[in-house]
């Protein structure tokens, strides 16, 4: 039985955790194969499995041995292949599985979750009528978390910058994960990418409203002012206060000066980054 499989990893990774390890591809495979079973119960039994082998016996491997490389590519490929069409059925708990990979595995600095992976994700976030968006969204909500939003979003880009005026922007969903997910990261990357960004929608919003083009301009009022509700997040627990807090300080002192529409989402987040960072 997989559950009794697990409990015997569980006990090996504590005694020899590359010998649990070298074992784990094959069991993972196991569950895998369960997916595409008629069971409602099995599939759920084996997403359980493969949830609690990540945590209890992958996680504890993660940083202890270079040569672990191999194993924990191999296991995030099989999780990977529970996306095909043939396991559909049971996507929800690929989606949740997947979720706990991203965030065990997708550390920077290994490259075991690819950029290929995140875009594959996006894609399927794309797909006409597709129904597991909260689950995707966690997915991908988990490697903002552990891969950063400069890794992710260099991987799916948001795409706001088309020279032509858009009405459809269909990675706007990105901002709204980003303000669930992010924090413990570079406040630097909002100051030199995302600030900029909504400078640049924000000016693009009262050249249309000018033009009479009012639904547009709304629509790009609305993106930048997304992107700045993402701003508490990066203020929590930034890593690189010292260096990135002196560049925006200017920046959001007249923000709260000359837009009032800003100044709640300001005061949040200078309340985060002295609370968080005492």
């Known amino acids: 039985r997989s559950s009794d499989l697990e409990k015997a990893h569980v006990c090996l990774q504590k005694e020899n955790n590359r010998l649990c390890l070298s074992h784990l591809p094959l069991l993972f495979s196991k569950c895998l194969s369960y997916?595409?079973?008629?069971?409602?119960?099995?599939?759920?039994?084996?997403?359980?499995?493969?949830?609690?082998?990540?945590?209890?016996?992958?996680?504890?491997c993660v940083d202890k041995s270079p040569t672990s490389s191999e194993f924990l590519q191999r296991i995030f490929n099989i999780i990977e292949t529970g996306l095909k069409y043939r396991y559909q059925s049971a996507w929800d708990k690929v989606l949740d599985v997947l979720r706990?990979?991203?965030r065990v595995l997708g550390k920077p600095g290994y490259d075991i979750v690819t950029p290929k992976s995140i875009q594959s994700l996006c894609s399927l976030h794309e797909t006409p009528g597709f129904a597991l968006v909260g689950e995707l969204r966690a997915a991908v909500g988990a490697a903002f978390e552990t891969?950063?939003?400069r890794i992710v979003l260099e991987a799916i880009p948001l795409g706001f910058e088309e020279e032509e005026v858009q009405?459809?922007?269909?990675?706007?969903?990105?901002?709204?994960?980003m303000k669930n997910h992010v924090h413990h990261t570079e406040l630097e990357y909002f100051v030199d990418t995302l600030l900029p960004l909504a400078a640049r929608l924000r000016d693009k919003a009262v050249a249309l409203s000018e033009k009479g083009q009012l639904l547009e301009a709304k629509l790009y009022e609305q993106l930048q002012m997304q992107i700045w509700d993402v701003l508490p997040g990066f203020c929590t627990c930034p890593t690189d206060l010292i260096k990135s807090f002196k560049r925006?300080?200017?920046?959001?002192?007249?923000?709260l000066s000359n837009r009032s529409d800003l100044r709640t989402v300001i005061c949040r987040s200078l309340?985060?980054?002295i609370k968080k960072n005492r």
């Not at 009405?167 to 994960?177: A, H, I, K």
């Open 167 to 177: 009405t459809n922007f269909p990675r706007s969903w990105l901002l709204l994960v």
């Open 147 to 149: 891969m950063g939003p």
């Open 248 to 255: 925006i300080a200017k920046v959001l002192g007249v923000a």
């Open 35 to 60: 997916l595409s079973t008629s069971s409602s119960a099995l599939i759920q039994t084996s997403a359980n499995v493969m949830r609690s082998l990540l945590e209890n016996c992958v996680e504890p």
């Open 271 to 273: 309340s985060l980054l």
């Open 100 to 102: 706990v990979a991203i």
